[in-house]
């Protein structure tokens, strides 16, 4: 079994999570506006950073990636089909009035890729379009790293540019239907929850049970 860590970043609260394991290896997932936290954590508990995943390729989800890619020589994997939301790093870096650089991607993740291994952690993925056209979950052990599919409560918006509220319809009522109840949901933004939850109280997903 893994273990994580949730860190907010400064900005938009985004969460950054970093996976660790007993080797004390660690994969950080959507690493935002924050860099100095992500790292200070890693070395409080003497990681090894050895990956950097992203849910998606919005400016809040990655805006901490170049300065861990330069210190640690990281891969970045994100999804293909979020390749102009990439290229538009610098716009969404400009709009908000911060510096940030546009982190170079090593590894694009194909949209049908079920499986991702990165040394022993070894993801499921699921491809949820909706919130930006490349967004992916990733699993491990009964974790699954959503980003903005799913919050406690809500969804991920789908009036930005590129989303959609189609795809996102089409998204949710795979994912529901996709896993046990029991699974714990790591969002994006807000507190953490559970599938249990959500298919309970979250009038976005409760119509789309079987």
Request: charged letters at 25%; one cysteine or more; aromatic letters at 12%.
């Amino acid at each position: 079994m893994v273990q994580y860590q949730r860190i907010v970043t400064k900005l938009l609260e985004e969460n950054t999570y970093v996976i660790f394991n007993e080797k004390n290896d660690c994969v950080i997932i959507d690493p935002g506006f924050g860099f100095e936290l992500i790292d200070s954590f890693i070395q409080s508990k003497n990681l090894s950073p050895i990956a950097i995943l992203a849910t998606h390729a919005h400016f809040d989800h990655l805006a901490g990636a170049a300065d861990l890619i330069d210190k640690y020589k990281l891969p970045l994997y994100v999804c293909d089909k979020d390749k102009l939301v990439v290229d538009n790093f610098d716009r969404a870096a400009g709009y908000w009035s911060v510096e940030a650089r546009q982190p170079t991607v090593s590894h694009w993740i194909d949209c049908d890729d079920k499986q991702l291994v990165v040394r022993d952690f070894s993801f499921s993925i699921i491809f949820n379009p909706g919130h930006s056209p490349g967004c992916i979950s990733f699993i491990i052990d009964n974790l699954i790293f959503c980003g903005d599919l799913i919050f406690k409560g809500s969804i991920g918006r789908t009036d930005l540019p590129l989303s959609s509220s189609r795809d996102m319809e089409t998204s949710l009522k795979f994912f529901v239907n996709s896993f046990t109840s029991d699974y714990t949901l790591l969002t994006g933004h807000g507190e953490e929850t559970t599938l249990y939850e959500e298919l309970r109280t979250n009038p976005y997903l409760m119509r789309y049970e079987k």
